[in-house]
């Protein structure tokens, strides 16, 4: 079992840049892959990026490309979304998840946190 906490989220302006944090406490988060998806009002929750277990490898979603990167620290059991040049469409509940692997699908990941507003104006 391992929980999942997120934090860094709130009001930015369009062009600014925010740091995610996601803290797991129980099991270490060195024993799973960590993906980041997000839920915007009124839409399906979308997948933004995630990182492998061991090497490092990372997978991007349309809307990470370019802009956003994830990084983990297996010694604070702590992974990061770094997210540069902000868009009012990101606007939106950001969650942290951990899973056996690496993947874009919700079902893939085991654990969630309850999730972080992010909201970005014009």
Same mark, same amino acid.
């Given at each position: 079992q391992v929980q999942l906490v997120e934090s $860094? $989220? !709130?009001? /930015?302006? %369009?062009?600014? #840049?925010l740091r995610l944090s996601c803290a797991a406490s129980g099991r270490a988060v060195s024993s799973y892959a960590l993906g980041w998806f997000r839920q915007a009002p009124g839409k399906e929750r979308e997948f /933004?990026?995630?990182? #492998?277990?061991?090497? !490092?490898? =990372?997978? &991007?979603?349309? #809307?990470?490309? $370019?802009r956003f990167t994830i990084s983990r620290d297996n010694a604070k059991s702590t992974v990061y979304l770094q997210m540069n040049s902000l868009k009012?469409?990101?606007? #939106? /509940? &950001?969650?942290? %998840? %951990? $899973?056996? /692997?690496? %993947? =874009?699908i919700e079902s893939a990941y085991d654990y969630w946190g309850e999730g972080n507003q992010v909201t970005v104006s014009s």
């Amino acid at each position: 079992q391992v929980q999942l906490v997120e934090s $860094g $989220g !709130g009001l /930015v302006q %369009a062009g600014d #840049s925010l740091r995610l944090s996601c803290a797991a406490s129980g099991r270490a988060v060195s024993s799973y892959a960590l993906g980041w998806f997000r839920q915007a009002p009124g839409k399906e929750r979308e997948f /933004v990026i995630a990182i #492998s277990l061991t090497n !490092g490898i =990372t997978t &991007y979603g349309d #809307s990470a490309k $370019g802009r956003f990167t994830i990084s983990r620290d297996n010694a604070k059991s702590t992974v990061y979304l770094q997210m540069n040049s902000l868009k009012p469409e990101d606007t #939106s /509940v &950001y969650f942290c %998840a %951990a $899973g056996p /692997v690496r %993947a =874009t699908i919700e079902s893939a990941y085991d654990y969630w946190g309850e999730g972080n507003q992010v909201t970005v104006s014009s």
